[in-house]
């Protein structure tokens, strides 16, 4: 898998807990690829995008770096990305 649709993958990393949720995330304009804001739920991330998801009152920017057929526990879900603010100054 190559590609995946961005609702579906911010659901399998556990961005969100529901699909619906990160529909609705996309579609109010909390969510940036690569630094343009992308409102369509169904355009297609790739290995390497940097995703920026304002959240609650925290953005968290994770960079894409793998992909799920299916909704796994966290362990799982963290393999499909890679947090850029947790890395060492």
Do not use: C
């Amino acid at each position: 898998m190559e590609r995946q649709r961005l609702d579906k993958w911010l659901w399998h990393a556990r961005v969100v807990k529901a699909r619906t949720s990160a529909a609705a995330l996309v579609e109010a304009g909390h969510v940036r690829i690569n630094g343009v804001r992308e409102t369509a739920p169904g355009h297609s991330v790739k290995a390497g995008d940097v995703l920026t998801i304002g959240l609650d009152r925290t953005v968290r920017v994770l960079k894409v770096i793998g992909f799920a057929e299916r909704r796994g526990d966290a362990s799982a879900a963290r393999v499909l990305y890679d947090d850029l603010q947790d890395r060492p100054e």
